[in-house]
Nanobody, 125 residues
Framework: QLQASGGGLVQAGDSLRLSCTAS????????MGWFRQAPGEERQFVASISRTGRTTLYTDSVKGRFTISRDNAKNTAYLQLSSLKSEDTAVYYC????????????????????WGQGTLVTVSS
């Protein structure tokens, strides 16, 4: 089970940190990802982090602005959003899957088995 939190209403240029807490299996067994879905659009990949936290992957539009991380001792993954733009407005979902190699990162929606409920980020310009 995944629980996402941290969304809110911010202004362009602001920062926000999203959290995703997992329960069930040992957290370090999960490859984690973040996706987002803007109104009227399909859910899209944002970032992924390997089980160890040493390997990360980002979609091009957020590189240099967003940072994915995890704390396996706290069963939590994070997505730090910085230099936010109006086009970052979306519902953000965390996702997880287990039993992939330790340094694997995943960008395809269908590769993830578990999803959080989503947290809304609204960026006003």
């Amino acid at each position: 089970q995944l629980q996402a939190s941290g969304g809110g209403l911010v202004q362009a240029g602001d920062s926000l940190r999203l959290s995703c807490t997992a329960s069930g299996r040992t957290f370090s067994s999960y490859t984690m990802g973040w996706f987002r879905q803007a109104p009227g659009e399909e859910r899209q990949f944002v970032a992924s982090i390997s089980r160890t936290g040493r390997t990360t992957l980002y979609t091009d539009s957020v590189k240099g602005r967003f940072t994915i991380s995890r704390d396996n001792a706290k069963n939590t993954a994070y997505l730090q959003l910085s230099s936010l733009k109006s086009e970052d407005t979306a519902v953000y979902y965390c996702a997880a899957v287990f039993d992939y190699p330790r340094e694997a990162t995943l960008r395809r929606l269908g590769e993830y088995a578990f999803w959080g409920q989503g947290t809304l980020v609204t960026v006003s310009s």
